[in-house]
Nanobody, 116 residues
Framework: QVHVVESGGGLVQAGGSLRLSCVAS????????MGWFRQAPGKEREFVAG????????SYADSVRGRFTISGDFAKNTVFLQLNSLNPEDTAVYYC?????????WGQGTQVTVTS
């Protein structure tokens, strides 16, 4: 009954940009926390960026800080991730997650591939 859908992934050259979107729908009482994670082949899923509407704070992994920007619309249960200055190390499946406090609801992911 809760659906999280990411979109916007694709193939891009190093140095390029992409904008990912995530929309959560269904019986969601709160999307206090929304964030992005990614998982590269053979690697563990890692945190990329998050936004806590209640605290009014955003956070970023060190590897993406200064290059990626998370934003969104709390009322629409929507977040975006602007990915700039992409490099091949950013290649991964990007997942959107949300929840009241913890990340309880997850999307299926969207593939981001960055070529040299």
């Amino acid at each position: 009954q809760v659906h999280v859908v990411e979109s916007g992934g694709g193939l891009v050259q190093a140095g390029g940009s992409l904008r990912l979107s995530c929309v959560a729908s269904g019986r969601i009482s709160s999307t206090l926390s929304m964030g992005w994670f990614r998982q590269a082949p053979g690697k563990e899923r890692e945190f990329v960026a998050g936004i806590n509407w209640g605290r009014g704070r955003t956070s970023y992994a060190d590897s993406v800080r200064g290059r990626f920007t998370i934003s969104g619309d709390f009322a629409k249960n929507t977040v975006f991730l602007q990915l700039n200055s992409l490099n091949p190390e950013d290649t991964a499946v990007y997942y959107c997650a949300t929840g009241a406090v913890s990340y309880d609801y997850w999307g299926q992911g969207t593939q981001v591939t960055v070529t040299s």
